[in-house]
């Protein structure tokens, strides 16, 4: 899978390969938010974070991507994340010895 991609303000961003932390933060969210409704305040808030913390930039915040990131790519791009960070996590475990 191929690296997530944002474009604000007519600029096109790349994340960054994974980090540890994104990977806990993917999870945490997984477990706090996956048996509720899309649409919970605090769920899209914390979607926009992760969503930010994956491009690791500093024009790449919750806000920018509030404003700038059109609806219908919203949650694509997060479910794209959280899919890519999954797939670096299980490739790296194929990767370990038996």
């Known amino acids: ?11 096109t961003y790349t994340a960054p390969p994974p980090k540890v932390k994104l990977w806990r933060e ?5 477990d706090k938010f996956g048996d ?3 649409g919970d305040e605090e769920a899209l808030s914390e979607m926009e974070r992760l969503i930010a913390a994956a491009f690791n930039h500093p024009e790449i915040t ?5 404003e700038e990131l059109d ?5 694509p791009l997060f479910y794209q994340i959280a899919s890519w960070v999954a797939e670096a996590v299980s ?3 194929t990767e370990l010895p038996k």
């Open 1 to 11: 899978m191929e690296n997530p991609k944002i474009t604000l303000k007519g600029k």
């Open 26 to 30: 993917v999870t945490k969210f997984k």
């Open 36 to 38: 509720k409704e899309q």
């Open 62 to 66: 919750a806000e920018a991507i509030e």
């Open 71 to 75: 609806l219908d790519e919203f949650v």
């Open 91 to 93: 490739r790296k475990m």
